[in-house]
């Protein structure tokens, strides 16, 4: 009998937002210093009012001491206890608010002003995921701008965990590709903080840009899946399969006055097809990817998949582009993984808002059929179709200049905005992740 455990994952947005965990090492010692403080001010004040005033009041010989604690002076017993308890809660509660309203802007309360990791000085918490958060920071010397993601310190504890993000650096780095996010540098900080930056991207990735704006015409869709394709080749090419392409982890941005210029992100799930397993890797029955783009071979054979799982993933998120839904969209996660693995997707053209080339619709089927073997046998064959396709009005870097212009230009809400690499901090809303554990 086959059982299934479900971890999913939960969205982020790129807010200001770190959630209502518990404060970390750097940040408690600010914290239990006012508390203390303020267990202390009130009855120490007590005590010394009420040793200085007769000195205070001979020396001076004024009324005005005696009138200003008149009101303090003149309880006794409950009373005092009474409101001394008040002001002390009162100063507790206020200083407790505060370093939570500070921890959850992402901001640092250490004695040591901004926390630094490396060379890079964190400015911000962007985003927070099930093992890293990402930060936005500037490197000291240079004040570039980068995103740091950083494992947080229960999962660096973890070999297995210390292990995939080790890997997920190594295989990340290597890649070179211009349509491929850029690693710019990996270390370790105090407390055993490991950490990679990443190159700061501002703009919107496919997720977001959808449901913000409705499905891309066929042209635009197949302008930016040509250049996935081109990401997708080089990682493929070094036998490292993605394992999550889906429409948050491909991120539109400008490069050099170059408009929808595409960075394929978050290379935390991808694998070495050809290398040895690693046992502090590897945990057989376990599925990695996001059930609605998920291809139906990892998740009734994980341990074995290969590129052709990018190219239904890639398949899948164009299905979301043209038509603003994922191919399957059932509720429960268990019928999603079923309908990957059974179901034959409708025909874009039936749901979508915007007319389809034919031609592109029918790449888009191809990519999402469900054995391997019926889809394009490699990304360079897929890249070859897509640009073999022919529109009356391509879609151009000036149409796309223009689209941004009109669309986002000026919008701080956007403005340095960041999808971090990283599948549990991938930055931006994102459907739910799954992992299916299966035992006999």
């Known amino acids: 009998m086959k059982r299934a455990v479900i971890h999913t994952g939960t969205r982020h947005s790129l807010r200001l937002t770190g959630g209502p965990r518990r404060l970390c090492k750097r940040q408690r010692p600010l914290l239990l210093i006012g508390l203390a403080l303020g267990l202390l001010i009130s009855p120490a004040a007590s005590a010394l009012i009420t040793l200085v005033y007769p000195l205070a009041e001979s020396a001076l010989g004024s009324s005005f001491i005696r009138e200003s604690v008149e009101g303090w002076t003149r309880h006794e017993g409950r009373a005092v206890l009474l409101s001394t ?132 015409p066929s042209e635009r869709c197949v302008h930016i899946l040509a250049q996935v394709c081109g990401s997708l080749a080089e990682a493929h090419a070094q036998s490292i399969v993605h394992r999550d392409i889906k429409p948050a982890n491909i991120f539109l941005t400008d490069r050099g006055g170059l408009s929808d210029f595409v960075k394929v992100l978050d290379f935390g799930m991808s694998k070495k097809v050809e290398a040895e397993p690693d046992v502090a890797l590897t945990q057989p029955g376990f599925v990695f990817g996001t059930p609605l783009y998920i291809a139906p071979e990892s998740i009734t054979d994980p341990e074995n998949v290969d590129a052709r799982a990018d190219i239904y993933g890639l398949g899948a998120a164009a299905y979301f582009m043209l038509t603003g839904e994922p191919p399957f969209n059932s509720t429960s996660v268990i019928e999603l993984l079923a309908d990957h693995i059974r179901s034959a997707p409708e025909a874009p053209s039936r749901i979508a808002e915007l007319p389809i080339d034919p031609a592109l619709e029918r790449i888009v089927l191809k990519c999402l059929e469900k054995s391997p073997d019926d889809r394009f046998q490699s990304i360079r064959a897929l890249e070859g179709a897509l640009c073999g396709l022919r529109f009356s009005r391509p879609w151009t870097g000036e149409r796309a200049t223009e689209w941004w212009s009109m669309h986002v230009a000026g919008d701080e809400d956007e403005a340095g905005r960041f999808s971090g690499q990283g599948g549990e901090a991938a930055g931006t809303e994102q459907p739910e992740r799954a992992s299916a554990e299966r035992a006999a």
């Open 85 to 216: 308890l008040i002001l002390v809660g009162a100063i507790a509660v206020t200083l407790a608010s505060a370093a939570m309203v500070a921890y959850w802007l992402g901001l640092d309360l250490s004695f040591k002003g901004r926390r630094r990791l490396g060379d890079y000085r964190l400015l911000q918490r962007l985003d927070s995921g099930g093992v890293a958060d990402i930060f936005l920071a500037q490197h000291a010397r240079m004040c570039r701008p980068a995103a740091i993601k950083v494992l947080r310190s229960s999962d660096s504890r973890d070999s297995g965990g210390l292990a995939r993000f080790e890997q997920e650096i190594r295989l990340a780095s290597g890649l070179t590709h211009p349509n491929t996010i850029d690693i710019l540098d990996h270390g370790r900080g105090r407390e055993n903080t490991y950490y990679y930056a990443m190159e700061y991207l501002a703009g919107l990735n496919i997720q977001k840009l959808v449901d913000r704006f409705g499905p891309m």
